[in-house]
């Protein structure tokens, strides 16, 4: 559950609005609730509940405007949060058997398991498909599933590790800096990371996009070695080096939700 606190001054109206409606919020209408206490003195709270309505609240005679105010200047946050509950919801959906749909570096596999002693267990790209060998996997339903969602899981960041320090390295060839250390995260609410050691984090769910969005969060984070901050020379040296970064910064946001394991 995603919560924001607004500490701002309330305009005080003898009026209230009505409690409930719908505002757009990344291209689509999402419903919200007001609820006003007069226990609350002076903080507007904003959740956003995980099947995706946005409850609000209010010290009692808050004007409706404040809070019509806030649902705009929050709107990145509001649609970040419901992307995260539609992958959690994805995610649990999942049942990882023969013929489900697999993402990796942009592109849909069929997930396909098969039971081969000859070779050995794990995970492959074979004839089209995202293969997992299960010699010796469990009967039971529910202990396959966690099995083959394992092998998935492992292969995934086995791939990630390998294809985003090729990328780490030149790109900082290319932007002339050098980071310490590449890690892999697995943030929640984060693509990625460069901390004041120049250690730079990536999360491993970039290796489900395309190559091009994982090179704009590379390019992204190893500007952070030259500028801590998002100065204007930071824009400049990421523009430098990428003039397309908006484009594909737009993209990586529109694929978040779908970027689910």
């Not at 419903?31 to 609350?40: F, G, L, M, Q």
């Not at 409850?55 to 949060?81: C, G, N, V, Y």
């Not at 190559?211 to 590379?218: A, E, K, Q, T």
Request: net charge positive.
């Amino acid at each position: 559950m995603g919560i924001a606190a607004i500490s701002s001054s309330i305009t005080v109206m003898p009026m209230l609005q009505p409690e409930n409606g719908h505002f757009m919020c990344a291209h689509q209408s999402v419903a919200y609730s007001v609820r006003r206490s007069r226990r609350r003195k002076r903080t507007v709270a904003l959740y956003v509940e995980p099947e995706g309505h946005v409850r609000i609240l209010a010290p009692a005679r808050t004007h409706f405007s404040f809070i019509e105010k806030m649902l705009r200047q929050r709107a990145d946050w509001i649609s970040r949060r419901l992307a995260e509950h539609r992958r959690r919801e994805m995610n649990s959906a999942r049942a990882f058997a023969d013929g489900e749909c697999v993402l990796y570096r942009g592109e849909t596999h069929a997930l396909r398991v098969v039971e081969d002693r000859a070779r050995p267990q794990g995970c492959e790209i074979r004839n089209g498909c995202i293969e997992i060998n299960l010699f010796d996997a469990p009967a039971e339903d529910t202990a396959r599933r966690e099995e083959v969602r394992l092998e998935l899981l492992l292969w995934h960041k086995k791939q990630a590790r390998r294809i985003f320090r090729e990328r780490a390295e030149f790109w900082a060839h290319e932007l002339g800096v050098k980071f310490r250390r590449l890690v892999l995260s697995n943030a929640r609410r984060q693509w990625g990371s460069c901390s004041a050691h120049n250690d730079v984090r990536l999360n491993w769910r970039l290796i489900l996009a395309p190559p091009d969005l994982l090179d704009y969060v590379i390019v992204h984070e190893l500007c952070h070695v030259k500028h801590k901050n998002h100065s204007a020379q930071f824009w400049h040296m990421v523009d430098a080096a990428m003039p397309d970064w908006k484009a594909r910064r737009r993209r990586l946001r529109a694929l978040d939700a779908g970027l689910v394991f």
